[in-house]
C-alpha cells in the first residue's frame, strides 16, 4: 500500500526537495502541495492523505492552527501530522504536539531519516527515533504549566503495569526496548501502550508524552 503524502510549506524549494525525495521511494507518493495552513487543512480532507509534512510558519493559517484542525476532525483520524520545524528556536514544537501532532522534524533531516520518519508515522508511531528526541521533548515539556488535578485523575483508569509503561514511553523507549526492561515479549508491550491509547483517549505515543508530563507523572528532570 502507497503512503500518501501532503506537503504544507510556504517555501516552494522545500517542497520541491521533498517532494524529489519522497517520489523516489517505492511505497511512498507526494500526493498535494499546500503553500498555506488553510489550504493544508482542505487538502488534508480532499486528497486522501496518510501524513501531512506541516510547517509551523505559514501565511493565512500557521501550522499549529492547521494541525489542530486536523487532528480534531474525526474524519481525518487517521492521518498523521509531522511538524517541520528548526530545533534550536522554534519553541513551538510543544504546541504542536498538544494540538495532535505525531511528532516533528528538522528543516535539514537526512533523506533517510526523513522517509524513516514517514513510515513510523503512518504506521501509528509517534515521535520519530525515540531515543534521539528524549532531549528535546524533554526541554519542550518543561514549560508546561504546573499539572491540573484533573489531568492527574485521568491516569486513574490505568492499571499499574500500564502506568508503570506509561513513564517510559514518556522517556522515551521504544517497545522493543520497554519489552526488555520490564522482561516482556514486544508484541505485549505494545499491547499495553495500546490499552493505554485507548483508555486515555490519544492518537499515538505523542500525545500520551505529553499527557505524562502534564499529569506530573514524569517530571522533566526525572530519571529512569
Given at each position: 500500500m502507497t503512503i500518501r503524502v501532503l506537503l504544507a510549506d510556504d517555501q516552494a524549494l522545500i517542497r520541491a526537495g521533498f517532494r524529489m525525495i519522497i517520489d523516489a521511494e517505492p511505497g511512498m507518493q507526494v500526493v498535494a502541495e499546500a503553500g498555506d495552513g488553510r489550504e493544508a487543512v482542505e487538502l488534508a480532507r480532499t486528497a486522501r492523505v496518510d501524513v501531512v509534512l506541516m510547517d509551523i510558519r505559514m501565511p493565512?493559517?500557521?501550522?499549529l492552527e492547521a494541525t489542530r484542525r486536523v487532528c480534531a476532525d474525526d474524519?481525518?483520524?487517521?492521518?498523521?501530522?509531522l511538524v517541520l520545524?528548526?530545533?534550536?528556536?522554534d519553541d513551538n514544537v510543544l504546541l504542536a504536539l498538544q494540538a495532535g501532532a505525531s511528532g516533528f522534524l528538522g528543516k535539514n533531516v537526512a533523506p533517510?531519516?526523513?522517509?524513516?520518519?514517514v513510515r513510523v508515522v503512518a504506521a501509528g508511531e509517534a515521535l520519530l527515533s525515540p531515543a534521539a528526541t528524549r532531549g528535546l521533548v524533554t526541554r519542550f515539556?518543561?514549560?508546561?504549566?504546573?499539572?491540573?488535578?484533573q489531568?492527574?485523575?485521568?491516569?486513574?483508569?490505568?492499571?499499574?503495569?500500564?502506568?508503570?509503561i506509561l513513564v517510559l514511553v514518556a522517556h522515551g523507549l521504544s517497545n522493543e526496548e520497554i519489552a526488555a526492561r520490564l522482561f516482556l515479549s514486544p508484541l505485549t508491550a505494545?499491547?499495553?501502550?495500546?490499552?493505554?491509547?485507548t483508555k486515555l483517549d490519544v492518537r499515538d505515543r505523542a500525545q500520551l508524552v505529553v499527557l505524562a508530563y502534564q499529569s506530573g507523572l514524569v517530571r522533566p528532570d526525572d530519571r529512569l
Open positions: 493565512v493559517m500557521d501550522g474524519a481525518l483520524a487517521g492521518v498523521r501530522v520545524t528548526t530545533f534550536e528556536d533517510a531519516d526523513l522517509l524513516g520518519a515539556l518543561a514549560q508546561l504549566r504546573p499539572p491540573a488535578p489531568t492527574a485523575a485521568a491516569l486513574d483508569v490505568l492499571t499499574d503495569r500500564e502506568r508503570e505494545k499491547t499495553h501502550v495500546n490499552r493505554a491509547m
